[in-house]
């Protein structure tokens, strides 16, 4: 099988040829049909993410080189594991499933909570193992292959990263009462996505966004915000304390910068919060007495547990989350895509296609 792998850090992809994997145990594998293109695809490709002030995370370890990019899956089972079968419960081969990639050890507190995804011995698909951009996938057990029926096909991989990330991230809003504002910062592919999630989970509420890009501002119009503003302009804050009567209940930062957390930070009203989803780098400072004395609450989201994501393509199901715009490329588009997604050129999701 062919796949776009990551072959030394700060280099392009490459095309590797390998065999098909072999599903052994409790293990699956899934004939890829989409891969989503995830901006924290560029920080495994680089190796590490950017914190400001010349510092780093060091996001090479942990996984062998070739590695296969790829943790927003979508395809039919090919084949099954001998332990598998009796665990397949009414999944059959040839079936369309995405799969759920945020896979940890199992036997950890965490995993047995429902939390693997923040398990602190990963196996994920696409971080750890190999992942989508590739013809075949390895699955470690059929729980993880969820059905994607209704669907359309290409959108459904993105629910698997933006998807679950966005709704995971508005499940940790606590302090939104009926018919106060919620502010998208970041209208990117996730942030488009967690525009879409916002509107349905909090449908008395108001869901503002913000960027600095005016096609974006433009395209979360045409989606059903109520409101945007151009961060980078000076007088967006101000303009939004008082369209929103003081300020927003709760910023969701899609962007994870320092502008856009600074701007999610004044954004919110007294007793307001912050959730910040985005990786694109930075530092952040406030004085401490300011979180009593205001006071509000800054929290992290990291993708999704898999409970969740079961939850989350049942409201997709329903119809009231509206597609986010999706472009379909070959595989070997993969390098050209995380390029521009450095860039920051794209607009909502690319899928790549075998």
């Known amino acids: 099988m062919k796949s776009q792998a990551i072959v030394a850090y700060g280099q392009p992809l490459e095309e590797v040829t390998s065999d098909i994997p072999t599903p052994k145990g409790t293990e699956v ?10 901006h924290s695809d560029v920080h495994l490709q680089d190796g590490h993410v950017d914190i400001g002030d010349g510092d780093k995370i060091d996001w090479s370890k942990g996984r062998t080189l070739p590695h296969t990019l790829g943790h927003e899956i979508e395809g039919t089972l090919s084949a099954v594991g001998p332990d598998a079968q009796a665990l397949l419960e009414g999944r059959a081969v040839g079936q369309r499933f995405v799969v759920f990639p945020w896979i ?6 965490t995993c047995k909570r429902d939390q693997e995804h923040i398990c602190s011995k990963p196996r994920q698909i696409g971080i750890q193992v190999a992942g989508g951009y590739s013809e075949y996938v390895l699955v470690p057990h059929p729980k993880y292959l969820l059905d994607a029926t209704g669907v359309p096909e290409g959108l459904a991989a993105t629910y698997m990263c933006s998807g679950i990330t966005a709704f995971s991230a508005l499940k940790k809003v606590r302090t939104a009462y009926e018919g106060e504002a919620i502010a998208i910062v970041g209208l990117g592919g996730v942030g488009m996505m967690g525009l879409q999630f916002a509107r349905a989970m909090f449908p008395n509420n108001k869901i503002i966004g913000a960027d600095i890009d005016p096609k974006k501002l433009d395209a979360a119009m045409a989606a059903g915000a109520d409101a945007v503003y151009n961060s980078k302009e000076a007088d967006a804050l101000k303009k939004l304390k008082v369209d929103t009567g003081g300020g927003v209940a709760a910023a969701v930062d899609f962007v994870g910068s320092t502008p856009s957390l600074n701007f999610a930070n004044g954004a919110i009203r007294r007793g307001g919060e912050i959730i910040v989803v985005g990786l694109f780098g930075g530092k952040f400072a406030a004085p401490i007495p300011t979180f009593p004395g205001r006071p509000y609450s800054i929290v992290g989201s990291y993708t999704g547990p ?12 329903t119809g009231k989350i509206a597609p986010i715009p999706v472009e379909v490329r070959p595989l070997d588009q993969a390098d050209k895509t995380l390029n521009q997604l450095r860039e920051g050129t794209i607009v909502g999701r690319v899928v790549l296609k075998p």
């Open 306 to 317: 898999l409970g969740e994501t079961r939850e989350m393509m049942e409201l997709v199901k």
């Open 29 to 38: 594998v899934v004939k890829i049909s989409h891969s989503g293109v995830c």
């Open 104 to 109: 940890g050890c199992g036997e950890c507190a």
